[in-house]
């Protein structure tokens, strides 16, 4: 009971304190009051206010909120309650308020006594339970009194939303009126606003409804919430609703479009963001530095000029704006004028930024096109080639990028790096970019010939369809000309330029030095010749160039042993410049040559001989020299040796043999000279040995020779074998029994007379086989055998038909079967006239079954046994079988018609012989003469003679003719 007198004492001082300064005042009053002053405060929203006051605007990054709101209060059917006094009211309830005071404690928290907290546990359970009766019994007695709106109003206005929240909630429980029910969650929407809690806002909202959602103007509430929490479409749903909402002031749809903006910014919607940024307003956009988001969404929809003014904007109030902004704006404006096409200022904007920042930003390309545009070359390389590095951002245009890289340092002139980057291209990619012309070109630079031939190939492959002018093409086709000559394919090289360069170009480009020395590198000397003087003529011709083209002609004439020529063109360059370029042995060799027309040269050739042999890095031995100076090293010391040999100088001609090796010397024949010399200045021993090192070297030679013939001709090399078997003369051929052998070969390069020529050299001197074994008898016998074979063949090769039959008729029928030699026999017959033994031979030729093979020569045979019938015998019956067995075509390619249709006159076949008559005059129009046509015409007219349709048509002709006999035969051929 102490306790309970306790809680009665303590309610009623906070009461009496919380009402005692206007007590004298009615309840209603104060009631009023309270209400009054909280209706009309700058925060508060009344149970039945028409608008929502959503708090104080967002920061640019943020969505702006509504005005507040000041319209008055709707009292509704509480208005009576109103009228108590709310001391009374409490007085009236104390015996309620015993329990209800510590139901309130435990709600609200206010302080305990000591005696409350002291209890035993028992009590304390005990409490606990009182405790939730009493929270009922205030609960209900609070809803009983209809007190809870009144208790959360009177919290509300106090900023103690926690406490008006249970009371508004309390409230909602058992709300006494919709009105109330749509008051109290009108402002549970407020406060849930103003903490912030939008989720809770949102629902409080759900349960308020779209009608009183609308009524009460709170779009821009719900809309701003689900902006908060990024419910984006429901967000533009609100805020547009609000904006079409009657009741939404001026003020309140500024912000509306604020946030509107701002949300379609983010969204990415610049078109909607544009629009709502402009029914803003300048002075709002600067005021609120959205002079950006203006821009880049005006920049997004591809408005430059107004972008542009909004980025200007924006800088010029950008005192205060941080570095990060300054460089997207840089950035964006850099795009703004790319895009555009304007550069320099595009590149002066971009140029604010640093390089860390360009590379973060990924404006490498864009920085690249700009430099390589304003011509800043070197620069636009740095950047791609950082493209290049960033496959990640630039997917497949880091190709791209790499064949632009690649592009700019071919026209840079830095061919090797170009040349590096096609190479990570590959053809696939330069093929697909069209680099082809800076591809070929680099790889030519970097004298990598082969890949630069590709490429020009690939371009006229690729551009074939394409409207390429005609100097183009032949400025491609002489770049395609001149690898191949760099490559050393010289016959291709040729081809190219003669089938596809016009002389002009030829001229113009300065291309006859290349053309003359693809033909001296394949033995065309004397075109060689024409056009080195061709390139000597043109002005175009450098001084460099024309040096090389004197050394060029004086090598060719050397080659072609002009000596004179050579020494002509050898004086038209510096005489240092000989020594430099080791031609001090070319002049000496071609003085020595002229000695005999000149002998004051003796003295000039013994001059250059020397000079070369003064050359650094040559040696006897020819240590690290190519093999041509190997040569000419060994040539000087033999020549030079020889002069002083000449001249008697027998130790100064020692000095120069003693350079060379046994095998040179033995080569060049020098045994016999140094032998002399030797003898001259009394060195005996060396005289001796000399002499018989050539006796042996002679013996040894012939061998060696006769061998090589042998081994030229074993592998058809027939030329080579001819000639060294011709060299070593008729008694050394005869000697070893070489005379078949020569005969043949010279048979085979088509010298049949020289042929001839050594096979009866061979049968005369063919030896007795008498002593001879018979393997080597019948070897020899089957020798001449063949000898005849090949003799006939050659008499045959050259028209001489006689002494072809002479030696044909020596030789066996086995052998001329087995050999199928019928038909070359049967034509000797046939240019003899003796048709019978040609018809013999040619019928053995058809008749053997190694003919079937060669369709062409049955078919000659068809044709000379014809010839044979119907020429040599007159024989028309034999000669129209063989014409049977062609076809009309052979008939016609073989010119036979004429004697087809003799022949089938002949067998009385007049169908047969008047078609091949019209044939014949069809297919020789051009080469009937009158003499023809008139044997035509009379052996058709014998033909027909009975046949009434054609002898009208005769005299039809005659009559036309008018006597004129070649106008009738000119109607006859064209009837």
């Known amino acids: 009971m102490a306790t309970l007198r306790k809680i009665v004492s303590i309610v009623t001082r906070s009461f009496y304190r919380a009402t005692s300064k206007q007590l004298c005042k009615p309840s209603s009053t104060l009631l009023h009051h309270h209400y009054k002053q909280y209706s009309t405060t700058t925060n508060g929203i009344t149970p039945s206010s028409s608008s929502s006051s959503p708090g104080a605007a967002q920061s640019r990054s943020g969505p702006h909120s509504q005005s507040q709101s000041k319209s008055p209060p709707i009292i509704s059917n509480h208005s009576k309650r109103f009228q108590w006094s709310a001391t009374g009211k409490l007085i009236c309830l104390f015996s309620v308020t015993t329990v209800s005071y510590l139901a309130y404690k435990r709600l609200f928290g206010t302080h305990s006594t000591a005696e409350d907290h002291s209890s035993s546990p028992s009590s304390s359970t005990n409490s606990n339970a009182f405790m939730q009766s009493a929270i009922k019994l205030f609960e209900h007695k609070v809803c009983e009194h209809n007190l809870s709106f009144r208790m959360a109003l009177f919290f509300d206005t106090r900023k103690q939303y926690d406490r008006a929240l249970y009371f508004y909630k309390l409230f909602l429980r058992k709300p006494s009126t919709k009105k109330g029910e749509s008051a109290a969650l009108n402002n549970l929407v407020v406060i849930y606003y103003r903490r912030n809690e939008f989720e809770n806002a949102l629902i409080a909202l759900k349960l308020l409804g779209k009608a009183q959602i609308q009524e009460r103007n709170l779009e821009f509430v719900r809309a701003h919430c689900h902006h908060s929490l990024k419910q984006f479409d429901d967000a533009l749903k609100y805020y547009e609703l609000f904006i079409r909402n009657p009741h939404s002031k001026a003020t309140d749809m500024t912000a509306a479009y604020n946030n509107l903006a701002l949300l379609c910014y983010e969204l990415g919607r610049y078109d909607d963001a544009a629009k709502y940024f402009q029914l803003i307003g300048d002075d709002k956009i600067v005021d609120k530095n959205y002079a950006f988001r203006v821009a880049h969404s005006l920049q997004n929809i591809d408005e430059f000029e107004r972008s542009l003014k909004y980025y200007n904007l924006y800088l010029a109030h950008s005192d205060d704006a941080s570095q990060l902004n300054l460089r997207d704006t840089y950035h964006n404006l850099g795009v703004l004028f790319y895009d555009h096409g304007q550069d320099a200022e595009a590149l002066q904007m971009l140029r604010k930024l ?136 010289y016959t291709s090289a040729l081809d190219t330029l003669n089938q596809h360069l016009q002389s002009q170009y030829i001229a113009q480009w300065n291309l006859e030095f290349m053309l003359a020395h693809c033909h001296q590198k394949l033995g065309a000397y004397h075109e060689a010749i024409t056009f080195y003087q061709q390139f000597l003529a043109n002005k175009h011709s450098e001084i460099g160039d024309i040096q090389k083209c004197y050394q060029n002609l004086a090598l060719l004439y050397f080659d072609l042993r002009q000596f004179a020529k050579c020494i002509e063109y050898f004086a038209l360059i510096d005489d240092e410049e000989i020594s430099a370029l080791h031609l001090d042995f070319y002049v000496a060799r071609c003085y020595h040559e002229l000695t005999s027309y000149n002998a004051n040269f003796v003295e000039l050739a013994v001059k250059y001989y020397k000079r070369y042999l003064k050359l650094p890095g040559l040696d006897a031995h020819g240590i690290n020299m190519d093999v041509q100076h190997q040569a000419n090293l060994v040539d000087a010391y033999t020549s030079l040796g020889a002069i002083y040999f000449d001249q008697q100088q027998w130790r100064n001609a020692l000095d120069m043999f003693e350079h060379l090796n046994e095998d040179q010397i033995l080569r060049f024949e020098l045994a016999d000279k140094m032998s002399a010399c030797y003898a ?189 019938y119907f020429y040599g015998l007159k024989d028309l019956q034999n000669a129209y079988e063989y014409l049977s067995r062609m076809s009309d075509d052979d008939i016609v390619e073989r010119k036979f018609l004429y004697e087809m249709a003799r022949c089938a006159q002949h067998k009385n076949d007049r169908e047969q012989s008047m078609k091949y008559y019209q044939l014949f005059l069809k297919h020789n129009q051009e080469a009937l003469n009158e003499e023809i046509i008139e044997n035509v015409y009379q052996n058709v007219h014998s033909l027909c003679v009975d046949d009434k349709q054609f002898m009208p048509q005769i005299q039809k002709i005659k009559e036309n003719g008018h006597g004129d006999k070649q106008k009738e035969l000119q109607l006859f051929v064209a009837w």
């Open 680 to 868: 001259a200045i009394g060195d005996e021993a060396s005289e001796q040995k000399y002499l018989n090192l050539a006796a042996q070297h002679t013996v040894q030679k012939k061998e060696k020779e006769i061998s090589l013939a042998q081994f030229y001709y074993n592998i058809h090399q027939n030329q080579l074998a001819a000639d060294m078997l011709l060299a070593l003369g008729d008694d050394v051929i005869v000697e070893h029994d070489m005379e078949f052998m020569l005969a043949h070969c010279l048979q085979l390069v088509g010298d049949n007379a020289g042929a001839i020529k050594y096979y009866l050299l061979g049968l005369n001197n063919a030896h007795d086989g008498g002593s001879d074994g018979d393997a080597e008898q019948e070897q020899k016998q089957e020798e001449v055998v063949n000898a005849w074979h090949n003799i006939g063949c050659a008499y045959h090769d050259i028209a001489d038909y006689e002494h072809a039959a002479e030696y044909f008729g020596k030789l066996s029928m086995a052998h001329i079967q087995r050999t199928n030699t019928e038909f070359i026999v049967a034509v000797c017959y046939h240019h003899l006239k003796r048709y019978q033994d040609a018809l013999r031979y040619y019928q053995l030729y058809l008749d053997n079954a190694l003919s079937e093979h060669d369709e062409q020569s049955v078919k000659s045979c068809y044709n000379n046994m014809i010839i044979c």
């Open 354 to 489: 640093s390089r860390a920042e360009i590379e973060h930003r990924n404006l490498e390309f864009k920085m690249a096109h700009l430099c390589a545009k304003m011509g800043d070359k070197s620069t636009a390389i740095e950047y791609l080639r950082a493209c290049t590095l960033k496959p990640e951002v630039y997917k497949e245009y880091a190709l791209i990028c790499r064949g632009i890289l690649a592009q700019l340092l071919y026209e840079t002139q830095e061919y090797a790096q170009a040349c590096v980057e096609f190479d990570e291209l590959g053809e696939a990619q330069i093929v697909k970019q069209d680099l082809f012309f800076a591809a070929a070109y680099s790889y030519a630079q970097c004298e990598e010939y082969a890949k630069a031939l590709r490429f020009y190939e690939l371009l006229l492959q690729h551009k074939s369809g394409e409207k390429l002018s005609v100097e183009e093409q032949q400025y491609i086709w002489s770049r395609i000309a001149v690898l191949q000559y760099r490559l050393h394919d």
